[in-house]
Structure formats: structure tokens, C-alpha cells
């Protein structure tokens, strides 16, 4: 199973919150043969920092790539078939960071790890 880690579940794992679901924390640890952080994540936390939403962060902006790479996952670069089928992506959704990781889902064929119900309507394999 090949994972993608929504924004929140990433830092969740980071922080060893218990927000994170059981399910989603032995997909991470046990079943995954890759897990991919998106450029897209990157940028959203990135960004929230920025704008003061994510005060503590200052460490993980600063060595995001170092950290991505601590953990054993991999980034997953933003390419032009993403945006064009994020842009394209039907319905009310309108983050763009979650278009975004809906987009690389469907097209590179992960599941996606997140708490949102929202992305079933997109028809993403969710993990939970």
C-alpha cells in the first residue's frame, strides 16, 4: 500500500498526537511500502507558519525535506498534470491545498491518510 499523508496527518505523526487514528498509525508504520508527503503539505505548512497558525513549526519549516526524509517517507513533487486535474476537479471543496492532495491520490494511485470525509466524494482510497 502506498500512502499519502494529508497536511494534518503528517504533523500529527510528528508530534505523536493521538489525534492520529490507530488504523492510520499501523498503515504508516507497518503496512506501507512507501509513504509520500506532498510539496503541497509542505507549502500549507509553510504558509499557516507564516501567518502566525502554526507557531511551533519554526524547527519543521526550516528542515522539512531533513525531516521527511528522518521519517522514512518521500516528497512527492507538484508536476502539471496535478494542477491541471486539481484545478479541473468538480464540487464545493474549495482548499486548494486538499485539491491538491486529492489530485496526486487519484492520479499516482495512493491512498490517502486523513480525517476528512469530504474526499470520499472524490473517490480517493482513503485510510482512516
Known amino acids: 500500500m502506498r500512502l499519502l499523508l494529508d497536511t ?3 504533523l500529527w505523526w510528528l508530534a505523536g ?4 487514528s490507530r488504523k492510520s498509525r499501523e498503515g504508516i508504520e507497518t503496512e506501507a511500502e512507501a509513504v509520500f508527503v506532498s510539496a503541497a503539505s509542505v507549502w ?19 528542515a522539512m525535506a531533513e525531516t521527511i526524509e528522518s521519517q ?15 484545478g479541473a476537479l ?27 470525509r469530504a474526499f470520499d466524494a472524490y473517490g480517493v482510497r482513503r485510510l482512516w
Do not use: C, W, Y
Not at 498526537?17 to 492520529?20: Q, R, S
Not at 464545493?92 to 476528512?116: G, K, T, W, Y
Open 8 to 10: 494534518h496527518t503528517f
Open 17 to 20: 498526537d493521538e489525534a492520529l
Open 44 to 62: 500549507e505548512i509553510s504558509t499557516k507558519h507564516r501567518l502566525g497558525k502554526l507557531p511551533g513549526a519554526s524547527a519543521l519549516v526550516g
Open 72 to 86: 522514512g517517507f518521500m516528497g512527492l513533487a507538484i508536476g502539471v498534470r496535478h494542477g491541471q486535474a486539481a
Open 90 to 116: 468538480p464540487g464545493p471543496h474549495r482548499d486548494p491545498f486538499d485539491r491538491m492532495l486529492i489530485a496526486q491520490a487519484i492520479l499516482d494511485d495512493l491512498v490517502l491518510v486523513s480525517n476528512e
